[in-house]
């Protein structure tokens, strides 16, 4: 286990790497840059802006002063500058020296939010956005699973066809009108919950639906469709033949090795929701990282694009290897050394 994590650090490390290079090459080859918006700067204002910046230094030099700021970490003693606390996503205080200070990931500033670090954008609104999405995702496993579980072992009967009906459902309609459905049935019309806003247990209810609607459809029509497949195996009928009760062939055996394929898909998903709410976000007003990261991409903010983009992939890097784990637990003979 120790040597697979180690592959998977380094792995992941070089996937980190190949994205930034790729994200930082596309973005400099789209026209247009932070500063050559709808309103034209004069020539001498937008040359000192890309001086300040360091916009007008060589690519590469701008690549490797971005991976430096986020790879390196400094540790600073003596008197500590306010400015430097919040340039850094990482910001610790040593338990030894002076008010000695560990600092690591710093993205630099925000073109378009004037004054804020790209560090500042993350600690204030990546907390709002994670909470949405794993709340999402709770709620896709616990009702997509025993739904999906539900309906196999009722097949082709009423409650079978009812529970595929509302799965297809789930996945044809997009989040995107969903959400404003919600909105208008449950917040305009019946008056149950508030349309907008995030923070109190009554407002985070129609974008957490909205949000793991679709993904809760998918995992039921997944474990529909892999416990069946298990159901049909000839161990499951020995397990049967040997006299032991529906219930237990069930649980120890055929629901164990259905989950494979769940948990496949569970990592992507999980990597998504936490980062990549932006949809919901914008419907419902919440106060989470998808308004900055749409403004970035429409105002050239290139460091808030280099940080959202390495942030989401660096989930996505962690959850398939949680999945590559839990693979080992679900099925002895994947081993992972």
């Known amino acids: 286990m120790g040597k697979f994590i180690i592959r998977r650090l380094l792995w992941m490390t070089l996937v980190l790497f190949v994205v930034s290079l790729i994200t930082f090459i596309l973005m400099r080859i789209i026209p247009g840059g932070p500063f050559t918006g709808e309103k034209r ?24 002063s971005f991976l430096e700021g986020v790879i390196v970490p400094k540790i600073t003693t003596g008197k500590q500058s306010n400015y430097l606390d919040h340039e850094y996503l990482i910001n610790l205080r040593l338990p030894f020296g002076d008010r000695a200070t560990f600092r690591w990931m710093n993205f630099g500033p925000s073109y378009n939010s004037i004054g804020r670090t790209v560090s500042d954008i993350f600690r204030d609104n990546l907390p709002i956005s994670m909470q949405l999405g794993f709340l999402a995702f709770t709620l896709s496993i616990f009702i997509g699973v025993p739904l999906g579980i539900i309906s196999a072992l009722k097949r082709n009967t009423y409650i079978d066809y009812l529970a595929m009906a509302i799965a297809v459902l789930g996945i044809s309609v997009p989040v995107i009108i969903m ?23 009554n407002q985070m209810i129609l974008p957490v639906i909205a949000l793991g609607a679709s993904n809760t459809a998918l995992i039921a029509r997944l474990t529909r469709a892999s416990l069946l497949q298990v159901l049909g195996q000839d ?20 629901l164990r090795n259905a989950l494979i394929p769940i948990v496949t898909v569970l990592g992507p998903t999980l990597a998504y929701m936490l980062c990549g709410t932006f949809v919901v976000e914008t419907i419902f007003g919440i106060p989470g990282m998808g308004k900055f990261f749409v403004t970035s991409v429409t105002g050239r903010d290139y460091q808030v694009i280099m940080g959202t983009v390495l942030l989401l992939a660096m989930f996505l890097v962690l959850a398939n290897t949680i999945v590559d784990i839990l693979y080992t637990f679900l099925d002895p003979r994947i081993r992972t050394d």
């Open 41 to 64: 700067l004069p020539a001498a204002t937008l040359a000192q802006l890309n001086a300040k910046y360091r916009l007008d230094q060589p690519l590469y030099i701008q690549y490797l």
């Open 179 to 201: 959400a404003p459905i919600l909105q208008y049935f449950f917040g305009v019309q019946l008056k149950l919950v508030p349309v907008s806003g995030w923070g109190k247990p």
């Open 235 to 254: 161990y499951i009928r020995t397990a049967k033949a040997k006299g032991l009760i529906e219930r237990l062939v069930i649980l120890r055996h055929a």
